[in-house]
């Protein structure tokens, strides 16, 4: 079982930076891949970033490239979102997720969820 929680959302202005965390438990967290993904009020939850365990292999949404990074440190189980360069259509409750798998970009291939934290970027 693992269980995730994170933190680190809150209010930004446009252009401004946030970097969330993800604080995992579970002796097999350090062999899952992580990923973030975000949900909009009325919109699908979308993808967002994605690691691997070891960290080498990483994978971003078009719309984040360049100004988010997604890391991880396995010593303190936590992962992390550092976002740069917000925009107010960032503004989504960010969510944390694992799967056994590897690197996927897909809601339904992730097996553990976190609560969620909210962004807001106001313009």
């Known amino acids: 079982q693992v269980q995730l929680v994170e933190s680190g959302g809150g209010l930004v202005q446009a252009g401004g930076s946030l970097r969330l965390s993800c604080a995992g438990s579970?002796?097999?967290?350090?062999?899952?891949?992580m990923g973030w993904f975000r949900q909009a009020p009325g919109k699908e939850r979308e993808f967002v970033a994605a690691?691997?365990?070891?960290?080498?292999?990483?994978y971003y949404a078009d719309s984040v490239k360049g100004r988010f990074t997604i890391s991880r440190d396995n010593a303190k189980i936590t992962v992390y979102l550092q976002m740069n360069s917000l925009k107010p259509e960032d503004t989504a409750v960010y969510y944390c997720?694992?799967?056994?798998?590897?690197?996927?970009?897909?809601?339904?291939?992730?097996?553990?969820w976190g609560q969620g934290t909210q962004v807001t970027v106001s313009s």
């Open positions: 997720a694992a799967n056994s798998q590897g690197v996927r970009a897909t809601v339904h291939q992730y097996d553990y």
């Open positions: 579970g002796r097999t967290f350090r062999s899952f891949a």
């Open positions: 690691i691997n365990w070891s960290g080498g292999s990483i």
